[in-house]
């Protein structure tokens, strides 16, 4: 059973930035792709950025595309999102995620992902 836990949320002022990671309880190869989403109070879950951890091919969703950068550290079994340039709408609960997405085309699926963290704050002012 896979256990995710994220740290480094935070406040910060628009502009700014945030260093998010994503510590899994087990290898990664386990789970083929990792996630980060996040969730803004009474919507559901967007995606932010993906990475195929294989390969360590990534995916961003169009708002953070340019901004963020997902990556990976497999001895660690880590998992990293760099987020620059924040802005107060990214501010939300971001959550990592890890699981086996039926296809690379649906690895910002939110629903193809089967581990989830407890999530983090991030606030943006």
């Known amino acids: 059973h896979v256990q995710l836990v994220e740290s480094g949320g935070g406040s910060v002022a628009a502009g700014g930035s945030l260093s998010l990671s994503c510590s899994s309880s087990?290898?990664?190869?386990?789970?083929?792709?990792m996630g980060w989403f996040r969730q803004f109070p009474g919507q559901e879950r967007e995606a932010v950025a993906a990475?195929?951890?294989?390969?360590?091919?990534?995916y961003y969703a169009d708002a953070v595309q340019g901004r963020f950068t997902i990556s990976q550290d497999k001895a660690k079994n880590t998992m990293y999102l760099q987020m620059n340039g924040l802005k107060p709408e990214d501010t939300a609960m971001y959550y990592c995620?890890?699981?086996?997405?039926?296809?690379?085309?649906?690895?910002?699926?939110?629903?193809?992902?089967?581990?989830w963290g407890q999530g983090t704050q991030v606030t943006v002012s």
């Open positions: 087990e290898d990664t190869y386990a789970s083929n792709c």
């Open positions: 995620a890890a699981g086996h997405p039926k296809g690379l085309y649906r690895v910002l699926w939110s629903t193809d992902y089967q581990y």
């Open positions: 990475i195929y951890t294989p390969a360590g091919t990534t």
